[in-house]
């Protein structure tokens, strides 16, 4: 990657600013017209649709921008860590729409490029880019969630191919995935050494989704059953038995990943909008211009410092990683604070607008009201998804502290 | 810990060996016995100012560094992880007064002399037992000569050693308005000006100091009112900010070295999960304290807009992790951190004491508020 100064940076970004001008979809600026709420995750289904969202991640992606820093001959744009934040900063400055959202680009792609053979990534990392193809994660499972390395599914030397059968469980969006990157037990005399990364089609016969309901009313999350499924035998990356350190490894990828949503304030059920905004609007302001109830105001103070002091580790990290490769054992000190903040954001945000805040659904409330309603149960899952806040304790405990186990 | 020059690296390192070589946590458990009531030692000040960090936010032209805030900051953090006591901070801030706010002739007569710690100087602010730069009341009046100031200051650090008090003092309205503040230099030796010394929990140097008709010369005054005592103010809360995360560093790592060697029940304490996840709790608060200090020091070299918001981010970060370290510190050593033998109730004082300086986290958190808007 070459080393680029900061006037190319400069240069760079008014590239980058000009180039997004010209090619927003005109449907989609001001709000925009509404289109596939599925759209933004791309995936077979979308072939050949016209729907702007879908437009916009097109054209994004032909210049690999949906995957600024992969490679090219994989479909990325080759740029810097820095021309990669410039593309994320001016999409997000410019309020445009996030081109593609993608557990592909997130999880996946970065593992396969470290771990991957040349085939497997010529054949899937260029569809991940284009969003052609949307990607599962078929990780945990009734009997393994946090001791995930106890996963039963089992994958059986078939001859030309593995025989899969099983079940995951809490796979999210499995019903509406093309494929899913799953742990497997490939030997059952051994723990970790008896795991495997397998890339399944979801459309192979033998595969069956169940969605399964939230606490929010939503249904993103799904059982999924493997029953005597075939799987090419190329479609295993890196060795057979050899699945642990990669699962690990996307785990680490997943938790920067969802960290990195919640620094913006957001996070998974996070609502977008300032909560001190917010405030003032329902509950109304003094002749200073304070918030009228000292005690929110003093919470809502507490949640954005530890907010702003969150951003500033995760540019702190970022600066000191520059010279290393990829993310640590720090993701779990980010993903750790990262959850409880984002709970207590979304907290704060029903408790203040209050009435208007307990919404489900018609009439009398505003989208962002049912928004903030839904997104504060939603929230209740960013201490779980990804490795529950106790687990990322332990972590930080033992990687990070030193500490010993208990005898 | 941020990505530093060659030259900061360099002085972090330097005040690292000497802290832990000429002031370990030691030093301050004999002060506690000295009669003199300065909270710190005169010679140890003294290699100080012969290194040069009395003179590291001084510009070159006047005999300083200038290697800035950050640089500084390193160095305070380091003498915060034996909670080693120097008039550095007091000194340092009030050089930034006479930086900010003195007159080319003002500098070049105090400037050099702060510079090589020859000269201590100190802030005067608070007069009452919380911190509220928006009350003060201390008079000053014009006279013949120049200026007369009456009334009275509390908890001023360092006060008892300074030669040079920076005093905010009143010229016109009525406490809680905001104009009508200016800070005047006012020589610690000046007739009128009384001081009692103040034996704190911690040990460090502190005094009460009345003003009864202080006079002072028309050249005593500084330009820049309440503005110029905030941004003073801030120089001192980020200073102290960073030893504050100083001395939680070391408290925590103090206690993980306990949880690594006390056995109980046949295992290391540092196994059992209870205690494990405190400790990683610790972990997490004091790399946000870092993230926060760093950058509100970063913000003060930069002069960047937002440096306000960013220091009382810091102090309220630094403030809330150093008590939660050092109350863990008692708690997860047992019976023997309750001893004054151990070091454990050191930090705990030192992290009350420097609550209370420059302003607590209420203080703070409200500041911070309202720089936002609400
Ligand atoms: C919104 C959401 C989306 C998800 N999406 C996916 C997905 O796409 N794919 C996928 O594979 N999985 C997904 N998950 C599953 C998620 O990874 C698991 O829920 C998580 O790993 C916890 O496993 P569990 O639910 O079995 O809880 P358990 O592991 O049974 O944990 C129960 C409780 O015990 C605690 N606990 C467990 N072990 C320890 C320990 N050693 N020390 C201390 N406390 C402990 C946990 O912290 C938790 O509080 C999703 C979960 C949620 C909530
Ligand atoms: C003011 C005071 C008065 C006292 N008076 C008396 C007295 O009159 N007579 C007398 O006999 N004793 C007395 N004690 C001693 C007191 O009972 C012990 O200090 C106490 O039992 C703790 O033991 P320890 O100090 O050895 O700490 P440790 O047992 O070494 O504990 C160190 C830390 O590890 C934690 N810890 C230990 N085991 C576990 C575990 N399994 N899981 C999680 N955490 C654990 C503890 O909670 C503590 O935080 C007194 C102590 C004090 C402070």
């Known amino acids: 990657m070459a080393d680029f100064g900061a006037s190319d940076l400069d240069a760079f970004r008014t590239e980058v600013r000009e180039w997004l001008a010209a090619n927003y979809p005109p449907e989609l600026r001001d709000g925009g017209a509404p289109t596939d709420p599925e759209a933004i995750w791309g995936g077979r289904r979308f072939e050949g649709s016209d729907d702007p969202q879908i437009v916009w991640m097109r054209r994004v992606a032909e210049r690999g921008w949906t995957a600024p820093s992969w490679p090219k001959e994989y479909g990325g744009a080759g740029l810097s860590r820095e021309q990669a934040r410039i593309i994320e900063k001016e999409l997000a400055a410019g309020g445009y729409r996030v081109p593609l959202a993608s557990f592909g680009v997130w999880m996946l792609g970065p593992v396969l490029l470290e771990y991957a053979s040349e085939e497997q990534k010529r054949e899937h990392l260029p569809k991940i880019v284009r969003g052609e193809i949307r990607w599962c994660q078929g990780y945990s499972e009734p009997g393994a969630g946090s001791d995930l390395a106890s996963l039963q599914t089992r994958c059986e030397d078939a001859g030309e191919h593995w025989k899969i059968n099983g079940q995951k469980v809490w796979t999210s969006y499995a019903d509406k995935a093309d494929w899913c990157f799953c742990l497997v037990r490939t030997d059952t005399s051994k723990k970790h050494e008896g795991i495997s990364f397998v890339l399944i089609d979801m459309s192979s016969p033998g595969v069956e989704t169940r969605p399964i309901r939230l606490i929010s009313g939503e249904s993103p999350f799904c059982e999924t059953f493997f029953n005597d499924v075939l799987v090419p035998k190329n479609n295993l990356v890196g060795r057979v038995n050899g699945g642990w350190d990669i699962a690990k490894r996307l785990l680490q990828y997943e938790r920067q990943n969802i960290s990195g949503g919640f620094g913006a304030g957001g996070g998974a059920g996070g609502v977008a909008g300032d909560l001190a905004q917010v405030a003032k609007d329902y509950v109304g302001t003094d002749e200073e211009g304070r918030l009228e109830d000292a005690d929110l105001r003093a919470r809502i103070t507490r949640n954005k410092m530890d907010v702003h002091a969150l951003q500033l580790t995760m540019a702190r990290i970022a600066a000191e990683q520059k010279a290393s490769n990829g993310p640590s054992a720090v993701t779990s000190i980010v993903k750790y604070a990262a959850a409880s903040f984002a709970q207590e954001r979304s907290e704060l945000m029903v408790e203040a607008m209050g009435s208007q805040g307990l919404g489900w659904s018609g009439e009398g409330f505003s989208p962002d009201e049912l928004r903030a309603t839904r997104g504060w149960l939603r929230s209740k899952g960013n201490s779980i998804e990804g490795g529950t806040s106790e687990v990322n304790l332990n972590v930080i405990a033992k990687r990070v502290l030193g500490l010993p186990d208990p005898k | 810990m941020a990505v530093l020059s060659e030259e900061q690296s360099m002085l972090r390192d330097a005040a690292k060996s000497w802290v832990q070589e000429q002031s370990p946590v030691g030093a301050l458990r004999k002060l506690r016995g000295d009669g003199a009531g300065l909270g710190f030692d005169p010679a140890a000040w003294r290699e100080m100012g012969q290194m040069g960090w009395a003179g590291v936010v001084i510009p070159e032209a006047h005999g300083g560094s200038e ?60 007069e009452g037992p919380h911190h509220a730069p928006g009350k003060i009341a201390l008079k000053a009046e014009r006279s013949a000569v120049g200026w007369t100031l009456t009334g009275a200051k509390t908890f001023v650090l360092d006060g008892m050693a300074a030669d040079l008090l920076v005093v905010a003092a009143r010229t016109s309205g009525q406490p809680g308005e905001a104009s009508g503040i200016t800070l005047f230099l006012v020589p610690g030796d000046a007739a009128g000006l009384k001081r009692q010394a103040l034996k704190l929990a911690d040990s460090r140097g502190a005094a009460n100091i009345s003003f009864e008709g202080v006079e002072v010369r028309q050249d005593a005054a500084l330009a820049g009112g309440l503005d110029l005592l905030d941004q003073v103010l801030d120089r001192a809360r980020a200073l102290l900010a960073a030893e504050m995360l100083g001395s939680a560093s070391q408290a925590f790592e103090t206690t993980l070295d306990y949880l690594k060697t006390r056995v109980q029940f046949g295992q290391v304490i540092g196994s059992f999960q209870a205690l494990q996840h405190r400790a990683a709790k610790m972990y997490v608060e004091l790399e946000l304290a870092r993230s926060a200090v760093e950058a509100a020091l970063a913000a003060l070299d930069a002069q960047a807009p937002n440096a306000a918001e960013l220091v009382s981010l810091a102090k309220t970060r630094a403030g809330e992790t150093f008590h939660l370290v050092s109350n863990e510190m008692v708690q997860m050593h047992g019976g023997i951190g309750m001893t004054d033998e151990h070091d454990a109730g050191l930090y705990l004082k030192r992290a009350r004491a420097a609550e209370a300086a420059f302003g607590g986290q209420a203080f703070h958190r409200d500041r911070y508020a309202r720089l936002q808007g609400f």
């Open chain 2, 67 to 126: 290697f800035g805030w950050l640089s500084l900051g390193l160095v305070l953090e380091e003498m915060g992880r034996t909670l080693a006591a120097s008039p550095l901070l007091a000194t340092s801030a009030a050089a930034a007064a006479l930086t900010l706010g003195g007159t080319d002739d003002q500098k070049a007569e105090w400037l050099p002399k702060l510079a090589g710690g020859e000269v201590i100087g100190a802030l005067a602010v608070d």
